[in-house]
């Protein structure tokens, strides 16, 4: 079965060591750091699913952990702090955290706030996936209609001809006509160098 993994970040040894009781008990990995340089190390070579930061801790507190956690990884967060003011609150959904848990905290309040968090990280990054192929998607049609009218103008081909042609040479090289198209452009755009900087010494 397939273990959730948990960064445990907080500088008391007590709170991480009863908290990964907990957590272990509940069925999730536990990877523990004991300040925020080490919670963003942890993160970068652990890949958690989930990091609960304490908010005061040496070194590095958890605001800034996250940020490093944001910067290099994937990892989503949530805080753990001993305060539930909501200045606090709004500082934390700004940087991005998923939640929050106030101490002291138990098992019973603890494993229900993990589990919103790990299937609102889940909603995030298919959203997030979904941006990226349609980027990708949008970038290679881009490709291919301009590569389309590189060979309609050189060979005066019509538009379905001229799709036929960059069809029929990614099947020759047993690729995908967007790999075919996106090669055929950064060509094109590489020949129209020198005709910039000429216009450019000329002018």
Partial sequence: MFEIKILLADDDRVIVSTMSDDLIAAGYQVVSAYNGK?????????????????????????????????DTTDTPFIFLTAYS???????????????????????????????????RAKDLKEITDTNKNLLHAMESRRDIDIAMGLVMERYNLSRQQSFEVIRQLARSERTKVENVASRMVEAAETLAMPQAILTKISS
């Fill in 38 to 70: 080490e919670a963003v190390e942890k993160c970068q070579t652990e890949s958690p699913d989930l990091a609960i930061l304490d908010v005061r801790m040496p070194i590095m507190d958890g605001i800034e952990a996250s940020a490093g956690i944001k």
């Fill in 85 to 119: 003011d909501k200045s606090f609150i709004d500082k934390a959904v700004e940087i991005g955290a998923l939640g929050y848990l106030i101490k002291p905290v138990s098992a019973e309040r603890m494993i229900p706030v993990i589990e919103t968090a790990l299937a």
